[in-house]
């Protein structure tokens, strides 16, 4: 068992019970024998992990018939690409919320499918909140968000209302609370920050809105094909994807994702009281823009940072250090990090309010 207090920002923290069972599989696959990792990705075993973890995905997120699922590689960074693509016609725009690095990021790939316009930013306050969307001309083929900015620590209170269709990057909050699914087109997220080791993207993607953009695509970019071949267009990433089906079985198990968000919303109280009640500490958002996932916090004096980074690593809490971008700390509390660890860190920063302050 290991006692390290896991707060990486990704790849996360997962269950330990899921470790354990993934180790298994790559040692001998349901001690056959065989490893996961050494045996056909058309063999009914992985077949069947595949089905479930496509199955488990769409249940768990409470999605309508309408979506689809896929396991695909290139990370969320080659989703960035992939949905515009798929969803931008020729010729057309999408409008995209500048909500952080990853948003950014995005909008610079989509520029490569067509016109992007940003409709709203908060570039100029280092993104420390998430702003208004407002109206979006109805000449827009869809809204991109990012639902959780991991590096700034901000994450949307709820969806936008929007009159467009919606396209998110779950990446780092994806199965941490629920939402409706509704307003969205297509909901995209790199599995390695919330839902399993990293080497896989996870599409959810309205079936009818495919091929809408009337695109002649390279096969991989075309989720069509990928669909088509039931997420196995080529050799999936069978580690990541087996395991993130594990994760999913334990969530399942827990209760799902109403029972997760309320862990999740206990464990960042918890963090947050103590960055509000600690004079030494100021949050980087502004507290309507809040992540649940990733809390972003300073030191008021930068003198103390060298005996508060000590403090914390004896602790045996790993991960903590912020972004540069934002510099400070960013606690990174995903579904599978306890309370208890969380409770170890506010007892840290209480004890060197009573030796620092
Ligand atoms: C980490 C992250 C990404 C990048 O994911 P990759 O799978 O490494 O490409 C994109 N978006 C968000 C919100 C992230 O946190």
């Avoid at 058309?42 to 999605?63: H, I, N, Q, W, Y």
């Avoid at 990021?105 to 100029?124: L, M, N, P, R």
């Avoid at 629920?178 to 995209?188: N, R, T, V, W």
């Avoid at 075309?222 to 050799?235: A, P, Q, R, Y």
Wanted: a negative charge; glycine letters at 8%.
């Amino acid at each position: 068992m290991s006692h390290i207090h896991n707060f990486s920002a990704g790849p996360c923290i997962l269950p330990q019970q899921v470790l354990e069972q993934a180790s298994q599989a790559v040692r001998s696959w349901d001690n056959q024998g065989l490893s996961l990792v050494e045996m056909s990705h058309r063999s009914p075993a992985f077949v069947d992990t595949m089905e479930e973890c496509r199955a488990l995905t769409k249940e768990l997120l409470g999605l309508p018939d309408r979506f689809e699922i896929l396991y695909l590689q290139g990370g969320a960074s080659l989703a960035f690409l992939t949905a515009a693509m798929n969803l931008l016609p020729e010729g057309g725009k999408a409008a995209y919320a500048d909500t952080g690095t990853w948003s950014a990021k995005a909008i610079k790939e989509a520029k490569h499918a067509g016109h992007v316009d940003v409709v709203t930013s908060s570039k100029e306050q280092n993104y420390n909140h998430i702003p208004e969307v407002g109206h979006v001309d109805p000449d827009h083929a869809f809204l991109h968000i990012t639902t959780n900015n991991t590096i700034f620590g901000t994450q949307y209170a709820q969806m936008p209302e929007c009159n467009v269709p919606l396209v998110a990057d779950m990446s780092s909050d994806i199965l941490s609370r629920s939402f409706d699914p509704e307003p969205f087109s297509l909901i995209y997220g790199g599995v390695q920050k919330n839902m399993g080791p990293a080497g896989a993207v996870m599409y959810a993607i309205d079936r009818e809105r495919l091929g809408a953009a009337g695109r002649s695509l390279p096969s991989y970019l075309d989720l069509e094909v990928h669909l088509g071949k039931d997420s196995m267009f080529n050799t999936p990433p069978v580690f990541s994807v087996y395991t993130t089906m594990l994760t999913l079985r334990w969530l399942k198990e827990k209760g799902g994702v109403d029972v997760i968000q309320r862990e999740n919303e206990a464990k960042s109280s918890l963090l947050y009281a103590e960055v509000d009640r600690n004079p030494l500490f100021e949050g980087h958002a502004e507290r309507g823009s809040r992540s649940h996932m990733n809390a972003t916090f300073r030191l008021k004096d930068e003198a103390h940072a060298e005996a508060f980074d000590m403090a914390w690593k004896a602790a045996k809490i790993n991960g903590l250090k912020g972004h540069r971008s934002v510099g400070g700390y960013r606690a990174s509390m995903y579904n599978a990090l306890p309370l208890e660890s969380v409770q170890v860190l506010v007892d840290v920063m209480a004890a060197f309010e009573r030796s620092h302050g």
